[in-house]
């Protein structure tokens, strides 16, 4: 039961109210941001703002594995005209906080609208417009009229360095064969054509007019890489097999980038099903074009981190398609350990132990570079879809009312929905999968299995291939899990000197499978 306030009392207490709220909006930081009057349209998209110490930087952007802190802001725009301006609340949507909490001192700052919405994926793009870096010198935040950056530029487009030499490239470019696909699978999920791209590497000696067939590797990319990424791995394959390093095979170089993040052929309410059109519609075709094998012993899967998940989840969901996988450094394949979180735990938090400690996310061997809690929070300032932690959920979680994956956990609090986990258990969840599933997956799986992993891994990744390493030696199943020790997420395929050697060990393997009366040696060993 309530007891009825006088009017003086609660004309004092909206007083109170009104004060506060002045105050609270007194402390909030906006920096103006202009589009430049070279623009020749209205432009929309997510507006970033990225604030760090120092000053001189050529850019100013978010990086995860630096110690030196960068701030962010960021608002949606959805129509700026040239010479229009937006006032960004650097306190409304910032990370790791507001910028009006810092400290007085030297600061740059650089605007970023992400005009595709790909931030969050793979960075800026040359799409995307930025403003020059604004230096900001003995600064302090609210002492004066807010910070002005102009939009006069398109970001410089990115391209991946290539080890090969001219020569190199020009030869392993004339064995790339860029494969563009409309699946009819797809079409039907989306109501609208959607193509499968892949690079076909063809080996050394195949010529259109032989007759000769090849074992055939598919391989996909990892989180943040897209289609170019996958050609210019596929050139350095090629390279490889040139130069007598791995046997002669056709490498199918897969895209897995989508808007929402990877969708790692796997089949989701949410992406559409992916591993459908892969081995129902993209397989065929390519088989039907290229002399490959075209048998079980013959097609063979390869990826690292989220590739790697994607291939050891096309193993276990296509066991009769595949005739072995070699996946390096995958994403979690059990979730009692994703990245170090218990999701199945009563209670379980993704940010924090039950004593309160955060859980770690990145390393760099025994330092801890970043926390669960503070990723999730950067990327939902840098988009609402794209990164890491949401391309989970667009691919495990069930839809929800809204059309989009319902969240796995709490972006403020880190509380698991068990509801959201145990969907994914049921449909994502390799070792639980393979465990319950057994019977009649089993027989196909048997001996077809392999993991590399570092005891170092940067994003902990070794103690969930731990627990389903587990989980398959008490199924006999045969399954071979390798721990490289030392070794991160970033250098577990050197061998010597040689930043690829691990990929020459596993084509020897995957050719021993496919061609068991006939024996292929390295020209020049890679150990």
């Known amino acids: 039961m309530k007891t009825p306030r006088s009017p003086l009392v609660s004309c004092f207490a909206l ?71 937006v006032d960004v609340d650097t306190d409304n949507l910032a990370y790791p906080e507001g910028f009006s909490q810092l400290k007085p001192g030297d600061y740059q700052a650089q605007a970023v609208l992400d005009v595709d919405h790909t931030y969050n994926y793979s960075g800026r793009n040359s799409n995307d417009l930025i403003s020059p870096v604004l230096a900001l010198k003995a600064w302090t935040p609210g002492s004066g009229s807010e910070p002005s950056l102009v939009l006069t530029d398109h970001a410089p487009e990115r391209k991946r360095p290539s080890s090969l030499t001219p020569a190199e490239e020009q030869a392993a470019g004339a064995h790339a064969h860029l494969e563009e696909f409309v699946s009819p ?55 490889r097999m040139a130069q007598h390093k791995m046997p002669p095979m056709i490498w199918v170089m897969l895209d897995e980038s989508w808007t929402t993040g990877t969708h790692e052929f796997a089949d989701s309410v949410n992406n559409g099903p992916w591993g459908a059109a892969l081995t129902g519609d993209f397989l065929p075709y390519l088989e039907a074009k290229y002399r490959m094998d075209g048998k079980v012993s013959g097609r063979f899967l390869e990826g690292h981190s989220s590739g790697g998940w994607a291939t050891l989840q096309l193993q276990v969901n296509y066991p009769k398609i595949f005739g072995g996988t070699w996946s390096t450094s995958p994403d979690p394949s059990d979730f009692h350990d994703f990245t170090g979180v218990d999701l199945y735990a009563p ?58 994956p319902l969240k796995m956990f709490d972006r403020d609090s880190g509380d698991v929905d068990p509801a959201v986990v145990a969907y994914w258990r049921d449909h994502y969840d390799l070792a639980h999968k393979v465990e319950t599933e057994w019977s009649t997956r089993g027989p196909g799986l048997r001996g077809k299995i392999h993991v590399y992993v570092g005891t170092a891994d940067t994003f902990y990744l070794d103690g969930a291939a731990h627990k389903f390493d587990g989980v398959l030696k008490g199924l006999n199943a045969g399954a071979h899990f390798t721990y490289i020790d030392g070794r991160t997420h970033f250098d577990l ?20 499978v496919a061609r068991p009366g ?10």
């Open 15 to 85: 007083l109170v109210l009104f004060a506060s709220t002045a105050v609270a909006q007194q402390t909030h930081l906006f920096f103006r941001v202009t589009l430049g009057p070279q623009a020749t349209a209205p432009a929309s998209g997510r507006l970033l703002i990225f604030l760090t110490e120092g000053t001189g930087a050529p850019e100013v952007d978010d990086n995860p594995f630096a110690p030196k802190p960068v701030y962010i802001a960021a608002t949606e725009v959805t129509h700026l005209e040239s010479g229009g301006s």
């Open 185 to 239: 699978a797809l079409r039907k999920f989306f109501g609208r054509p959607i193509t499968m791209r892949a690079w076909v590497i063809l080996p050394p000696g195949y010529e259109a007019s032989g007759k000769e067939r090849y074992p055939t590797v598919y391989w996909t990319h990892g989180f943040s890489a897209t289609l170019p990424y996958a050609k210019l791995t596929g050139e350095s394959i090629y390279t």
């Open 347 to 404: 209670h379980a938090n993704v940010y924090h132990r039950p004593d309160g400690t955060a859980y770690p996310l990145v390393r760099d061997h025994g330092q801890v570079i970043a926390t669960f809690e503070q990723f999730s929070k950067m990327e939902r300032v840098l988009g609402d879809y794209g990164g890491q932690i949401a391309s989970f959920e667009w691919v495990f979680s069930p839809r929800g009312g809204d059309g989009r």
């Open 493 to 512: 395929y050197k061998v010597g000197n040689d930043r690829m050697g691990l990929l020459d060990e596993i084509a020897a393997q995957m050719w021993a």
């Open 518 to 527: 006939k024996p292929w040696k390295p020209a020049v060993a890679s150990r």
